[in-house]
């Protein structure tokens, strides 16, 4: 049976490849055809080209799987083209005062007049929550408000509606709007669809050139707009914002992603899970923008579930102005490769890697976020060297061992980790906070920074544990970081501007390694002046990241 409303012609062209002719084929959609259709035709080596425009349905590919040497291939012709969750409503009724209301079958947890975003007024997730007594997630974080600190409460009548607002009547399947713009000659969409592609159970794939915005996932469950489960697979060049809770998830082995951006999504960028993954160039820019408890879930990146990501690379990502944790690895993360990445202006943590290891976390630049630098939480045999810390608003560098065990009782540690050949410098709460233990080791760092920002500390401070202040004091008593030196100078000028106007140009953070890289000055205060046995006048010519120039 034809779905009502699609025409199904579709453009099919044979494939020719180096050796002849082959069985793929070529088949070309339009937003006015009906996908499922086309998805039905696919197969090994095949190519599903999408052309320009909005397509308000989702691509659905599950159990789609192309061959090894053969994939199966979407795509589009870049931000042109748009898979959205979001259907046009025109049947508007004026209320009086700026009020509409309109018949809506299933809660929207968005509404865009012309493009513009409004603020939703009540609204639930996943299974009801948090008007469902019965909810799963009714306890979790409680004492904090919840999992969802954003939400405004229900208003008791449509009336109550601040400006650009909506509220969903469910008893009534009513959509309630208030708005200045005349909406029964606007634009006006709201999110309907739970995702915008969904390829479960997939394999050899490849993705590429689209973008997907205004899913509905979080009122069914949780995930993500596109969600992509499976193995040997390839998702490069897609756009995921504008979604209502994770832009992009991924879950299976072999999966490389690249030259991907997530954005002003309601909950996080991307997450992920699953063993050889390859994830590189993707920017996480304004994620969480319904401001979800970011102690739970949110942020830019975030990769938890079933042992989280293993044997895999994160590098040249950028995680910048999101509200939570800029990257987060969270739950048995195992053999990662965390290299090159910069994390910025988040509210959160810039880079935590949480009850995992062994890790690596080198050469990344972690500038301006409002927790840790780095952040090691009940994490093990992790190595964090060669990266740049400045201006955190916690500690530049933190190791925390926490009373937790998994499923089976084994206990997380905070064991045998490594912190060297780090630029440490001026964060608000101090400089380097790391646990008891014989095998945790710090050195060949550099310092810089006064009062406060030199604090040092084995476990958090306490009364009947205080922090060490400077670097002199922290040598002598732990026996720590005996090659590193240390600058007392309070932040510069330059600096603090640089970090009001949350810049990232690359040549200030250039031109600071390249004098921390120089054998510190006659007049500077280091360890190395006080104790010239242990010759610290050396420069660490390889301080901080190799790739910031």
Not at 442 to 450: A, D, P, T, Y
Request: hydrophobic share 35%; proline share 4%.
């Amino acid at each position: 049976m034809k779905a009502a409303g699609w025409r199904t012609g579709l453009l099919i062209l044979v494939g020719v490849t180096a050796w002849g002719t082959s069985h793929a084929e070529v088949i070309r959609v339009s937003p006015d055809q009906n996908l499922d259709a086309a998805v039905a035709r696919l197969r090994a080596g095949d190519t599903l080209l999408l052309s320009a425009g909005v397509y308000r349905q989702t691509l659905l590919l599950n159990g789609k799987r192309g061959g090894l040497a053969e994939p199966i291939t979407i795509e589009g012709v870049g931000d042109a083209t748009i898979i959205r969750g979001s259907d046009v409503l025109k049947r508007w009724t004026p209320l009086g005062n700026d009020l509409y209301s309109h018949p809506l079958k299933e809660e929207s947890s968005m509404v865009f007049v012309n493009g513009n975003a409004l603020q939703q007024i009540g609204g639930t997730l996943y299974d009801g929550y948090p008007l469902n007594p019965q909810s799963d997630y009714r306890d979790l974080h409680k004492s904090e408000g919840g999992i969802w600190l954003g939400r405004v409460p229900d208003v008791k009548r449509p009336q109550e509606l601040p400006p650009e607002s909506f509220w969903y009547d469910a008893t009534l399947k009513t959509l309630y709007v208030r708005s200045r713009q005349d909406l029964q000659h606007a634009l006006v969409e709201a999110s309907q669809r739970t995702r915008a592609v969904e390829a479960e159970g997939v394999g050899n794939m490849v993705f590429r050139k689209f973008r997907v915005q205004h899913a509905n996932t979080a009122v069914r469950g949780r995930g993500a707009a596109m969600t992509v489960r499976g193995d040997n697979l390839v998702i490069e060049q897609i756009t995921a914002d504008w979604n209502d809770a994770i832009g992009l998830g991924t879950n299976g082995t072999q999966v490389r992603v690249s030259d991907v951006r997530v954005a002003y999504n309601g909950q996080l960028g991307m997450s992920g899970q699953g063993y050889k993954h390859h994830i590189e160039r993707v920017t996480a820019v304004h994620n969480n923008r319904r401001k979800f408890n970011k102690w739970w879930e949110a942020g830019g990146f975030k990769f938890i579930g079933n042992g989280g990501l293993r044997d895999s690379v994160f590098e040249h990502c950028v995680a910048l102005h999101n509200l939570g944790d800029g990257i987060w690895f969270d739950w048995k993360n195992r053999n990662v490769d965390i290299r090159r990445n910069l994390s910025a202006y988040n509210t959160g943590f810039g880079i935590h890697f949480e009850a995992s290891g062994p890790g690596l976390i080198q050469h990344n630049v972690s500038v301006g976020n409002g927790q840790r630098g780095i952040y090691l939480s009940a994490s093990h045999q992790t190595q964090v060297r060669h990266n740049l810390i400045i201006g955190n608003g916690l500690q530049g560098i933190a190791s925390a061992l926490e009373d937790r065990a998994d499923e089976n009782g084994v206990k997380f540690t905070a064991k045998g980790n490594r912190f060297h050949r780090n630029v440490i410098a001026w964060n608000k709460e101090g400089a380097l906070f790391i646990p008891e233990d014989d095998a945790e080791r710090s050195n060949h760092n550099v310092f810089l920074g006064r009062e406060r920002h030199m604090m040092f500390s084995v476990e958090f401070p306490s009364l009947t544990r205080p922090s060490r202040q400077g670097l002199t004091e922290w040598n002598q008593q732990t026996g720590q970081d005996t090659r590193s030196w240390s600058w007392d100078v309070p932040m510069p000028a330059t600096w603090s501007t640089y970090l009001n106007k949350q810049s990232t140009d690359m040549a200030p953070l250039a031109r600071l390694l390249q004098d921390v890289r120089r054998t510190p000055p006659a007049d500077q205060s280091t360890l190395g002046s006080e104790n010239r046995a242990l010759k610290l006048r050396v420069p660490i010519e390889d301080a901080g990241p190799d790739w910031v120039r």
